[in-house]
C-alpha cells in the first residue's frame, strides 16, 4: 500500500473517477469499485486531501452520494472516503458550502434494530466537517442542535447494552464541535441541552466503559455553562497602598487609570467571537510548528557573555562598605553588636534616628557616616538619600500608635489571639472547648528558635498595610514537624467528574444553592458573624492572610475567593486563612475559585495545610497535609482581560479540597503552604543570636527599608580569626564570599524555611559549620520582599510588581531591597571580590524535588539554533559543580530538572543580572517544590519543614566540598579540575519545561484548553489555527482527545 501511494496511485485513482464520471450513463460499478479502493488508499495517504479537492474528487464523491442515498451498499466506501476527505479543513468549508452538512443529516438516523456501520461512519465524517465554524453555523441555522441531542437520547435510551458507544460518542463529537461557536451554546442551552447531558450522564456513571461519554458530556456542558460573574465589586486588592512615586507607565498606573465606570471583574471577552463564521482557513494548509523550539532562549551571542557592567560611581558604591566591616577586619567594633539586646539590627546604613535605640557608637561607623555625608553633598546618591528620608516619616509612629490602641482589642468570636503579654494565651477563654484549657505548648526543646512571646513582641514592630492587630495561633504557638510520614495523596479516579458534576448542579437544581456570604473583606463590618448558626466563620486579618470572600454555597461547600496582590488584580495562589464553628465529624467542600494558573501540583498529590489549636494545645502544634478529594480544573468564572494582560475569554481555576474536624470548638487555619511571616524571621533572627560563640562571627545590618516602614534585614555570618595575628586576619579578609538571598516571593514559603535551614546549620557547632564558617564569609538577605510577606501576597512587593523582575534597573524608592541588594554586589565586584557563589531560594508551584536554575552559555547555544564558533563558546564549567554535589549529597534535590539555559523572560532576574553584570559564575536560582519528591529517599512523599531544612543545610555542606575541589588550585586549573572530578562535561541537561508530570488516568478537561487541541484559543480573535491538516491515518482522529491525551498547557516562566 505504501508503495502504491509513494508511485503516485492515489493520483492515478482519481483520475480514473473523474474518467467514470464522464461516461454517461456513469458507470455505477466502476464508480463504487474507484470509491472502494479510495477508501483503502485514503488512510494511507497524508496528502490525500489536498489531491481529492484539486483533481475535483469532492464534488464527484458528493454526487454520487446523493444519487445513491437508498443504497446502502454504494453509500459505505462514498461515506468512508468523505470521511476521508473531511479531515482535511479546507476541504471540510468547501463540502459544507456543497451542502454536505444537510446530507450527511440524511444519512445519520435514529435507533433502530438493524445497525449498519454507515451511521457512524456518517457521524464520524459530520464531526470532521463541523469542526468549520462555518459548518456548525450551518448546522446551528438548520435546527440540528435539536436534532443531535434528540438523536442522542434516543440512542442512549435505546442502546441498553452497551454495543453502539461509538455512534452515541459520534453524536457528542458533533455536538461538541457545534458548541465551539456561540450561537451553537446558545442553541444548546434553548434545547435544554445542560439538563438532557446532565441526565444521561449520571444514568452513564456507574459503568465504567461508558466513561468517553461522560467525558465528552462534561466537557460540552462545562464550555455551555454560563460563564458567571466573581461575587466581587472589583479584582483590585482589597487593600489600597499609595505609592509615594507612580511611575506613568507603571502596573499601578495602569491599575488605577481606569474609569471609574469600568467593571474590571467581567468585560466583554466571551461576546467577541461572532466574526467567527468567516475565519475559517481557505488558504494551503501549512503544517504546524512542532512547538519544540522555545522562542524564549537567548539567542544574543553578547547577551550570553556575562560582561562586568558596573552602573554607579565608586564613591557612591563606597556607602556600601559599612556592610562588610569584616573585609576591614575591624571585628571588635561589630562583636560589640551583639551585646545589643534591644534591636535586632546593628550597625545600620540608616541614618540613626531611624533606629531605637541607636547604634552603639563605634569607630568603623564613625567613619562611615563621614562618608555618607560627603555623598550627600556631593549629590551623588541622590535616589538613595530620598529613599532613606522617606523612611523617617511618620510610618514608625504610625505603628506604635497602632500598637497601643489596638493591644489586647478583641474582636467577638474569632479565633486569633490578640497580642499584649496579657492577653497573649487567652485566645479561646470565651469559647469552653472539650475540656482544654489553651496554654501555650511548651515547644522550647522542640524548636530552639521559637518563642510565643518573642514572636508577639516582633509582631509589634511589623508594619502592615490592614494594620492587622491579630496573630494567628500557628504562628504564635509555632509548628513542630510531625515524625510521621505524609505520602502524595493518591488520586482517586472520578474525583474530578464528581466535583466537576456538582458544580454543573449548581445550574441545573438551582434551589439547592445557599449562596450566603459568609466572610467578606470588601466589607467594613466584616466578618459577617453568626451566634447561632451553623455556617463556618472565616478570618484571614492577620500576618501573611489572604482570603477575601468566603461564600456558603451548600450547606457544607464553601467557594472561597483569595485577594490579589496589594496595588494589582491578580496573582492568586497563596492562601492562609482561619476556620471555626465547625461541626465534628463533617466533611466540608472548599473551593477556592479564584485561581490562575492552568495546572497545579493539587493534581499530583500536593495537599493543603492545616493546623489545629485543640491539637496544638494537647502537645502536637503543627502543620499537617490534609484533604481529600483534591482536585484543580477550569471553572465557569470569567476572568476580565484587565487582569490577563489582555487576553480575552479566560476563566479562573479552582482548587478544590475536602477536609473534617475532629475537635468541637476548634480553630483550625488551612494555607497553601507552610507559613513562615516576617515576624517570624525576625524572631528566628533574634534567637540566632543566641547561638553565637566567641568563636562565630554574626553581625545583623539593616540593608534598608522597605516601602512599607520595615527593615530588611542583611546577615554575615563568618568565623572569628583565629588570633589577631595579621596571618589570621588575612586569612579572614580573604576568605571568598557567598551571596544568599530569598523569599522574594511571598507566596514561596518553602524558600524561608530552607533558608532558615541554611542559617541554623551555619549558625551551629558541628565540625562542618566549623569549617564552613573558616572557609567562607556568608552574606545572606534572607527576606527579600518583607512587605509582601506581611500582607499576604503572593508574588508581587506593594509596588505591584514581580521583584525579580526588576534587578536590570531596581529603583531606589519601588525597590528598595532589591536595589541595595545589587549594589551590595556591585559594590563586590568593585572591589574585586565578586562572591563565589551566589544563590536566590524560589519554591517551585508546578514540579517535584528541589533543583537549581544556573546560567550557561554553551547550554543555551546548544538548545537554540544559533550557531557560533567554539571560539565564542569557552566557558568556565564551574557553574555545574554545585548542584552535582547536591544532587549526590541532598536527597531531594534533582540533577536532572536542573537547567542553565538564559532564557529572555528571566534577564531581569537576580540569577541573570548577578551572572551577566556581575560576573559571577555560580549564579543560581535554587527552586524548591511546593509539592514533594519523585526521586531519592523522599520518594513519593509530600514536603515538610525537616526536608526543607535539611535542604538549607546540605546546601551548605554542598559549598565545603565545591571549597575542597576548588580549594587545592589555582583559578587556572580549575575548570578542568571541576570536570574531571564531577565527570564527563559532555553531559548536558535537558531543558526542562515548566511542567513535566506523566498523564494521569482521569484526564479529564482540568483544564479546558486541554481537550481543545484541535480548536483554536477560544475567543482569540485572528489566531485560528489550522485545522487538523491531511492526519488521515488516525482513524478516530477526532477521539483523540477525550480519552487520554492531555495537552497541558505550558505556561512560561511564572516560577523563578
Ligand atoms: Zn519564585
Redesign the pocket.
Known amino acids: 500500500m505504501g508503495v502504491f501511494v509513494s508511485k503516485g496511485g492515489t493520483g492515478t485513482l482519481f483520475q480514473l473517477l473523474n474518467i467514470a464520471t464522464k461516461e454517461l450513463p456513469s458507470s455505477e460499478e466502476l464508480m463504487l469499485q474507484v470509491h472502494a479502493l479510495l477508501a483503502k488508499v485514503g488512510p494511507k495517504d497524508r496528502k490525500f486531501g489536498v489531491k481529492a479537492r484539486l483533481s475535483g474528487a469532492l464534488n464527484v464523491t458528493m454526487t454520487f452520494i446523493k444519487q445513491n442515498l437508498q443504497n446502502p451498499k454504494v453509500l459505505l466506501p462514498c461515506l468512508q472516503v468523505l470521511r476521508v476527505y473531511c479531515t482535511n479543513s479546507v476541504n471540510a468549508v468547501s463540502l459544507g458550502k456543497n451542502g454536505a452538512v444537510e446530507l450527511l443529516f440524511k444519512i445519520v438516523a435514529p435507533y433502530s434494530k438493524k445497525i449498519s456501520s454507515l451511521p457512524k461512519v456518517a457521524l464520524d465524517a459530520l464531526g470532521s466537517v463541523l469542526k468549520s465554524k462555518t459548518n456548525a453555523r450551518r448546522a446551528v441555522d438548520g435546527g440540528f442542535v435539536l436534532v443531535l441531542l434528540s438523536l442522542y437520547v434516543d440512542w442512549h435510551r435505546n442502546d441498553t447494552r452497551h454495543r453502539h458507544m461509538l455512534i452515541r460518542k459520534g453524536l457528542l463529537v458533533c455536538l461538541r464541535n457545534v458548541i465551539n461557536i456561540k450561537l451553537g451554546r446558545k442553541a444548546f442551552l434553548d434545547a435544554d441541552g445542560m439538563k438532557i447531558l446532565y441526565n444521561t450522564s449520571t444514568e452513564c456513571l456507574p459503568v465504567r466503559t461508558l466513561d468517553p461519554l461522560v467525558n465528552t458530556s462534561s466537557l460540552i456542558m462545562r464550555k455551555c455553562f454560563p460563564k458567571n460573574r466573581l461575587p466581587l465589586p472589583t479584582i483590585r486588592s482589597s487593600f489600597n497602598y499609595q505609592l509615594p512615586h507612580v511611575p506613568a507607565a507603571g502596573p499601578v498606573a495602569q491599575l488605577y487609570s481606569l474609569s471609574p465606570g469600568v467593571d474590571d471583574v467581567v468585560d466583554e471577552s466571551d461576546d467577541n467571537d461572532e466574526t467567527e463564521a468567516d475565519t475559517d482557513t481557505e488558504n494551503e494548509e501549512n503544517e504546524k510548528d512542532d512547538g519544540n523550539t522555545n522562542d524564549d532562549i537567548e539567542t544574543d551571542l553578547n547577551k550570553l557573555h556575562p560582561q562586568r557592567k558596573l552602573t554607579g560611581s565608586f564613591e557612591e558604591l563606597r556607602f556600601y562598605e559599612r556592610f562588610f566591616l569584616e573585609l576591614s577586619g575591624d571585628l571588635h567594633s561589630s562583636s560589640s553588636s551583639s551585646a545589643c539586646a534591644g534591636p535586632i539590627i546593628v550597625p545600620t546604613a540608616q541614618p540613626p534616628q531611624h533606629v531605637s535605640p541607636p547604634p552603639a557608637p563605634l569607630t568603623a561607623l564613625d567613619l562611615d557616616s563621614i562618608h555618607l555625608t560627603e555623598d550627600q553633598n556631593q549629590g551623588s546618591s541622590e535616589g538613595l538619600d530620598q529613599d532613606l528620608g522617606r523612611v523617617s516619616l511618620e510610618e514608625g509612629g504610625a505603628s506604635i500608635r497602632h500598637i497601643l490602641g489596638e493591644i489586647c482589642a478583641r474582636r467577638g468570636g474569632g479565633g486569633a489571639s490578640t497580642w499584649g503579654s496579657d492577653c497573649g494565651s487567652e485566645g479561646a477563654e470565651d469559647e469552653p472547648g472539650e475540656g482544654a484549657v489553651l496554654e501555650v505548648p511548651d515547644t522550647a526543646l522542640l524548636l530552639p528558635l521559637h518563642d510565643p512571646d518573642l514572636y508577639v513582641e516582633m509582631v509589634k514592630g511589623t508594619k502592615s498595610v490592614p494594620q492587622y492587630a491579630e496573630v494567628a495561633y500557628p504562628d504564635y504557638f509555632g509548628h513542630v514537624a510531625p515524625t510521621f510520614r505524609e505520602p502524595l495523596l493518591e488520586r482517586v479516579y472520578g474525583v474530578q467528574r464528581s466535583k466537576i458534576f456538582q458544580d454543573i448542579e449548581r445550574l441545573i437544581h438551582p434551589n439547592d444553592i445557599v449562596d450566603k456570604v459568609v466572610y467578606d473583606l470588601d466589607v467594613p463590618t466584616c466578618p459577617v458573624i453568626e451566634n447561632n448558626g451553623e455556617s463556618l466563620r472565616f478570618n484571614s486579618q492577620f500576618e501573611s492572610g489572604n482570603l477575601r470572600k468566603a461564600v456558603q454555597v451548600r450547606k457544607h461547600e464553601y467557594d472561597l475567593i483569595l485577594n490579589s496582590d496589594i496595588n494589582t488584580n491578580h496573582y492568586h495562589q497563596w492562601f492562609y486563612f482561619e476556620v471555626s464553628n465547625m461541626r465534628v465529624g463533617t466533611l466540608y467542600r472548599f473551593n477556592i475559585i479564584n485561581c490562575e494558573k492552568s495546572n497545579s501540583q493539587s493534581n499530583y498529590g500536593m495537599q493543603v495545610l492545616m493546623y489545629s489549636v485543640q491539637e496544638a494545645i494537647r502537645g502536637r502544634p503543627c502543620w499537617v497535609r490534609t484533604g481529600s478529594d483534591i482536585c484543580y480544573y477550569k471553572n465557569h468564572f470569567a476572568r476580565s482581560s484587565l487582569s490577563t494582560g489582555g487576553v480575552k475569554g479566560k476563566s479562573y481555576f479552582t482548587l478544590t479540597f475536602s477536609a473534617s474536624f475532629s475537635h468541637k470548638d476548634d480553630v483550625c487555619y488551612f494555607a497553601y503552604h507552610y507559613p513562615y511571616t516576617y515576624s517570624t524571621l525576625k524572631m528566628h533572627l533574634r534567637k540566632l543570636e543566641a547561638l553565637r560563640t566567641p568563636q562565630i562571627y554574626l553581625r545583623q545590618d539593616v540593608l534598608c527599608e522597605t516601602l512599607g516602614g520595615n527593615v530588611c534585614p542583611l546577615i554575615t555570618i563568618t568565623a572569628m580569626p583565629g588570633s589577631s595575628s595579621t596571618d589570621n586576619i588575612y586569612q579572614l579578609r580573604n576568605r571568598p564570599l557567598i551571596f544568599l538571598s530569598a523569599r522574594?516571593?511571598p507566596?514561596?514559603t518553602n524558600?524561608s524555611w530552607v533558608m532558615k535551614g541554611t542559617m541554623e546549620f551555619l549558625m551551629g557547632s558541628s565540625l562542618l559549620a566549623v569549617s564552613l564558617r573558616e572557609a567562607f564569609i556568608f552574606k545572606i538577605v534572607p527576606m527579600l520582599n518583607p512587605d509582601g510577606v506581611i500582607n499576604g501576597n503572593h508574588?508581587c512587593s506593594l509596588s505591584g510588581e514581580d521583584l525579580?523582575r526588576q534587578w536590570q534597573s531596581p529603583h531606589p524608592e519601588l525597590h528598595p531591597t532589591i536595589y541595595h541588594t545589587k549594589n551590595l554586589l556591585q559594590y563586590l565586584a568593585h572591589i574585586q571580590r565578586a562572591p563565589l557563589v551566589f544563590c536566590d531560594y524560589?519554591?517551585?508551584s508546578r514540579k517535584k524535588n528541589v533543583f537549581m536554575y544556573g546560567c550557561s552559555l554553551k547550554e543555551t547555544v546548544w538548545q537554540s539554533n544559533i550557531s557560533a564558533s567554539s571560539t565564542e563558546l569557552q566557558e568556565d564549567l564551574g557553574y555545574r559543580t554545585l548542584p552535582k554535589i547536591l544532587s549526590q549529597i541532598a536527597p531531594a534535590f534533582s540533577l536532572s530538572s536542573c537547567s542553565f539555559v538564559v532564557e529572555r523572560s528571566k534577564e531581569s532576574t537576580a540569577r541573570v543580572v548577578v551572572w551577566r553584570e556581575m560576573g559571577v559564575q555560580r549564579s543560581y536560582?535554587m527552586?524548591s517544590t511546593l509539592c514533594g519528591c519523585d526521586q531519592g529517599k523522599y520518594k513519593s512523599l509530600q514536603i515538610g519543614t525537616r526536608e526543607l531544612e535539611e535542604m538549607g543545610a546540605q546546601f551548605c555542606v554542598a559549598l565545603l566540598r565545591l571549597k575542597r575541589i576548588t580549594g587545592l588550585f589555582n583559578h587556572q586549573h580549575l575548570v578542568d579540575m571541576e570536570t574531571e572530578i564531577m565527570g564527563s562535561h559532555i553531559c548536558t541537561t535537558t531543558y526542562v519545561l515548566e511542567e513535566d508530570e506523566p498523564d494521569f488516568l482521569e484526564a479529564v478537561d482540568y483544564s479546558a484548553e486541554s481537550n481543545d487541541d484541535d480548536i483554536e484559543p477560544e475567543n482569540e480573535p485572528g489566531t485560528d489555527v489550522p485545522e487538523n491538516t491531511d492526519q488521515c491515518n488516525k482513524d478516530d482522529s477526532a477521539e483523540k482527545s477525550d480519552d487520554g491525551e492531555m495537552n497541558v498547557k505550558r505556561e512560561a516562566g511564572q516560577?523563578?
Do not use: S, Y
Request: no cysteine; hydrophobic share 15%; aromatic share 0%.
Open positions: 522574594v516571593h507566596g514561596e524558600a508574588r525579580n524560589h519554591g517551585h536560582t527552586e516560577t523563578e
